[in-house]
């Protein structure tokens, strides 16, 4: 996935699609990605966001609550990503870990 600064999800795979429980591209790309984010893990999940976002690669785990109201956990691999107007996004592969934190 790639997520700017402000949260705004830019683009997401099919694989990501399918762990917040999205039809399509149209359905999430252009929302904002803390709003799929457990209320719990939210606020630290923005500060690492922000920390990617300043220049620094983390990895992290977390809940989210999908479209349909699945509960999941993830872990994440983020990089900074620099765009074309010199903002800075999140790169991030995740992957569902769910079955492993039960």
């Excluded at 699609?17 to 799929?36: I, K, N, P, Q, Y």
């Amino acid at each position: 996935k790639i997520v700017d600064p402000d949260g705004t999800l830019r683009y997401m795979n099919v694989g990501g699609l399918c762990m917040v429980e999205a039809d399509g591209a149209a359905a999430v790309e252009g929302a904002c990605t803390f709003d799929l984010i457990a209320e719990a893990d939210r606020a630290d999940w923005m500060e690492r966001h922000a920390r990617v976002c300043a220049g620094e690669s983390l990895s992290w785990e977390y809940g989210i609550v999908g479209l349909r109201g699945t509960r999941r956990e993830l872990e994440t691999q983020a990089v900074p990503l620099p765009l074309p107007d010199g903002r800075v996004a999140q790169l991030a592969v995740t992957r569902d870990v769910s079955e492993r934190k039960r």
